[in-house]
Nanobody
Framework: QVQLQESGGGLAQVGGSLRLSCAASGRTSSNYAMAWFRQAPGKEREFVAAFRRSGGTTYYYADSVKGRFTVSRDNTKNTLDLQMNSLKPEDTAVYYC???????????????????WGQGTQVTVSS
Protein backbone atom coordinates (compact mmCIF):
# COMPACT_ATOMS: atom_id res chain seq x y z
CA GLN A 1 0.00 0.00 0.00
CA VAL A 2 1.00 3.58 -0.64
CA GLN A 3 -0.11 6.61 1.34
CA LEU A 4 -0.08 10.11 -0.08
CA GLN A 5 -0.54 13.29 1.93
CA GLU A 6 -0.95 16.69 0.31
CA SER A 7 -0.29 20.00 2.02
CA GLY A 8 0.05 23.64 1.13
CA GLY A 9 -3.31 24.55 -0.29
CA GLY A 10 -5.16 27.71 0.63
CA LEU A 11 -6.31 31.06 -0.62
CA ALA A 12 -4.36 33.17 -3.08
CA GLN A 13 -5.07 36.27 -5.10
CA VAL A 14 -4.97 36.43 -8.86
CA GLY A 15 -1.35 36.59 -9.95
CA GLY A 16 -0.17 35.14 -6.67
CA SER A 17 1.64 31.92 -5.84
CA LEU A 18 1.13 28.78 -3.81
CA ARG A 19 3.27 25.71 -3.30
CA LEU A 20 1.76 22.29 -2.81
CA SER A 21 3.63 19.32 -1.46
CA CYS A 22 2.83 15.61 -1.62
CA ALA A 23 4.56 13.20 0.74
CA ALA A 24 4.55 9.54 -0.24
CA SER A 25 5.04 6.65 2.16
CA GLY A 26 4.65 2.89 2.10
CA ARG A 27 5.51 0.63 -0.82
CA THR A 28 6.36 3.29 -3.36
CA SER A 29 8.08 2.48 -6.62
CA SER A 30 10.25 4.67 -8.83
CA ASN A 31 8.72 2.94 -11.87
CA TYR A 32 5.49 4.83 -11.34
CA ALA A 33 4.84 8.41 -12.24
CA MET A 34 3.82 10.85 -9.54
CA ALA A 35 1.25 13.35 -10.65
CA TRP A 36 -1.01 16.19 -9.69
CA PHE A 37 -4.63 16.32 -10.80
CA ARG A 38 -7.33 18.80 -9.91
CA GLN A 39 -11.09 18.87 -9.83
CA ALA A 40 -13.26 21.95 -9.79
CA PRO A 41 -16.93 21.82 -8.71
CA GLY A 42 -19.08 20.31 -11.42
CA LYS A 43 -16.11 19.41 -13.59
CA GLU A 44 -14.17 16.25 -14.29
CA ARG A 45 -10.83 15.56 -12.68
CA GLU A 46 -8.10 16.87 -14.94
CA PHE A 47 -4.38 16.37 -15.26
CA VAL A 48 -2.10 19.16 -14.06
CA ALA A 49 1.50 17.93 -14.00
CA ALA A 50 3.59 14.81 -13.49
CA PHE A 51 7.09 13.51 -12.98
CA ARG A 52 8.28 10.17 -14.27
CA ARG A 53 11.78 8.76 -13.93
CA SER A 54 11.37 5.53 -15.86
CA GLY A 55 13.33 5.74 -19.10
CA GLY A 56 14.84 9.07 -18.12
CA THR A 57 13.60 11.99 -16.06
CA THR A 58 10.57 13.53 -17.70
CA TYR A 59 8.15 16.22 -16.66
CA TYR A 60 4.67 16.59 -18.05
CA TYR A 61 2.36 19.60 -17.90
CA ALA A 62 -1.15 20.40 -18.97
CA ASP A 63 -1.25 23.17 -21.56
CA SER A 64 -3.32 25.29 -19.18
CA VAL A 65 -0.51 25.44 -16.59
CA LYS A 66 2.60 25.27 -18.75
CA GLY A 67 4.93 28.17 -17.98
CA ARG A 68 3.14 28.92 -14.70
CA PHE A 69 3.41 25.70 -12.70
CA THR A 70 6.56 23.71 -11.96
CA VAL A 71 6.68 20.21 -10.55
CA SER A 72 9.71 18.95 -8.66
CA ARG A 73 10.60 15.62 -7.11
CA ASP A 74 12.75 15.09 -4.03
CA ASN A 75 13.82 11.46 -4.03
CA THR A 76 15.41 11.61 -0.58
CA LYS A 77 12.22 12.90 1.02
CA ASN A 78 9.92 11.04 -1.36
CA THR A 79 7.93 14.16 -2.07
CA LEU A 80 6.47 15.80 -5.15
CA ASP A 81 6.02 19.56 -5.01
CA LEU A 82 3.94 21.78 -7.26
CA GLN A 83 4.97 25.43 -7.44
CA MET A 84 2.06 27.45 -8.78
CA ASN A 85 2.73 30.98 -9.99
CA SER A 86 0.62 33.55 -11.82
CA LEU A 87 -2.51 31.96 -10.43
CA LYS A 88 -5.83 32.49 -12.18
CA PRO A 89 -9.41 32.09 -10.91
CA GLU A 90 -9.75 29.02 -13.15
CA ASP A 91 -7.02 27.33 -11.10
CA THR A 92 -9.47 27.09 -8.22
CA ALA A 93 -10.01 23.39 -7.49
CA VAL A 94 -9.20 20.56 -5.15
CA TYR A 95 -5.72 19.35 -6.02
CA TYR A 96 -4.90 15.67 -5.71
CA CYS A 97 -1.58 13.87 -5.67
CA UNK A 98 -1.48 10.45 -7.33
CA UNK A 99 0.87 7.58 -8.00
CA UNK A 100 0.75 3.90 -8.86
CA UNK A 101 0.28 4.57 -12.53
CA UNK A 102 1.76 6.27 -15.54
CA UNK A 103 3.92 3.32 -16.50
CA UNK A 104 3.65 4.24 -20.15
CA UNK A 105 3.75 7.71 -21.63
CA UNK A 106 0.22 7.58 -22.99
CA UNK A 107 -1.22 6.98 -19.52
CA UNK A 108 0.62 9.69 -17.57
CA UNK A 109 -2.17 12.24 -18.12
CA UNK A 110 -5.00 9.79 -17.45
CA UNK A 111 -6.43 9.87 -13.93
CA UNK A 112 -7.91 6.38 -14.25
CA UNK A 113 -4.42 4.95 -14.69
CA UNK A 114 -3.40 5.80 -11.10
CA UNK A 115 -4.04 3.49 -8.16
CA UNK A 116 -3.17 5.66 -5.18
CA TRP A 117 -4.56 9.06 -4.32
CA GLY A 118 -4.22 11.60 -1.58
CA GLN A 119 -7.17 13.22 0.15
CA GLY A 120 -6.79 16.44 -1.78
CA THR A 121 -6.09 20.02 -0.81
CA GLN A 122 -8.23 23.02 -1.69
CA VAL A 123 -6.78 25.85 -3.75
CA THR A 124 -8.88 28.98 -4.11
CA VAL A 125 -7.82 31.90 -6.27
CA SER A 126 -9.77 35.10 -5.73
CA SER A 127 -9.87 38.20 -7.89
Amino acid sequence: QVQLQESGGGLAQVGGSLRLSCAASGRTSSNYAMAWFRQAPGKEREFVAAFRRSGGTTYYYADSVKGRFTVSRDNTKNTLDLQMNSLKPEDTAVYYCATGGGLITSSVRTWAAYSYWGQGTQVTVSS
